[in-house]
């Protein structure tokens, strides 16, 4: 039977694309903090395919700022991707304070730089 399927992040609505990418409060999260790294509060708030395909990519002077903001969406949607696979399918759950010090160490790991 092919039918509406319940989200495994917020078990609210809907699993669709930009729920799952944009709608849970775990990637909201994830949006949020990169807002606040950026300096950007409303990163985030367009639909997610918005948010991509709009993606500017030079949004800031310094060239490693530069890297780190073509590089963050990305990061968001893999491991918000990861997150769903390991509830749907381990039954694992990870905080998004878990999945934000991923993040950090994906971005850290992209640049060539040592974990801290």
């Known amino acids: 039977m092919i039918g509406p399927s319940v989200c495994v ?8 694309i930009g729920n799952l990418f944009q709608g849970c409060d775990w990637v909201r999260a994830m949006w ?37 903001w073509e590089i963050f969406p990305g990061i968001v949607v893999w491991e918000t991707w990861k997150e769903r696979n390991n509830r749907k399918f381990e039954g694992r ?6 999945a934000w010090t991923l993040i950090q160490a994906h971005i850290k790991e992209t640049l060539g730089l040592k974990r801290c």
């Open 9 to 16: 992040m917020c078990h609210r609505d809907e699993e669709t």
């Open 32 to 68: 949020e903090k990169g807002g606040a790294l950026f300096g950007k509060p409303r990163l985030g708030e367009a639909t997610i395919q918005d948010t991509i395909e709009n993606w500017i990519e030079k949004a800031f002077q310094n060239v490693i700022l530069n890297r780190i």
């Open 93 to 98: 759950k990870r905080q998004p304070a878990e």
